[in-house]
């Protein structure tokens, strides 16, 4: 069972940028869609990007996000990262990283999730 650990949350200012990774157990990893998640206290969880499997996978993004977050795979070293620039406050959540065969928007899709990472944007 492939396990995955993300890292690289933080505290930031408004404007400024954190890159997420999500490193898998596994090289299997290279064989599941994978994507990124987000909860803010009170609210549901809810889709940021994916990424297809293998080299070259197809990526996906929410509009709240488009244009400033940027997902992507190192196949080499079984992690996908996300580039998070442009932070708003609205941005404030725990990001979640999730694996899965569909590439998908749908989080019921995925079968395996990480622990988490708290991004706090500060206005």
């Known amino acids: 069972q492939v396990q995955l650990v993300e890292a690289g949350g933080g505290l930031v200012q408004a404007g400024g940028s954190l890159r997420l990774s999500c490193a898998a157990s596994?090289?299997?990893?290279?064989?599941?869609?994978v994507g990124w998640f987000r909860q803010a206290p009170g609210e549901e969880r809810e889709f940021v990007a994916a990424?297809?499997?293998?080299?070259?996978?197809?990526?996906g993004y929410a509009d709240s996000v488009k244009g400033r977050f940027s997902i992507s795979r190192d196949i080499g070293k079984y992690t996908v990262y996300l580039q998070m620039n442009s932070l708003e406050p609205e941005d404030t959540a725990v990001y979640y990283c999730?694996?899965?065969?569909?590439?998908?928007?749908?989080?019921?899709?995925?079968?395996?999730w990480g622990q988490g990472t708290q991004v706090t944007v500060s206005s």
């Open positions: 990424i297809g499997p293998w080299r070259g996978g197809a990526t």
């Open positions: 596994a090289s299997t990893f290279s064989s599941y869609a």
């Open positions: 999730a694996a899965g065969t569909y590439f998908t928007k749908g989080d019921r899709s995925y079968d395996i």
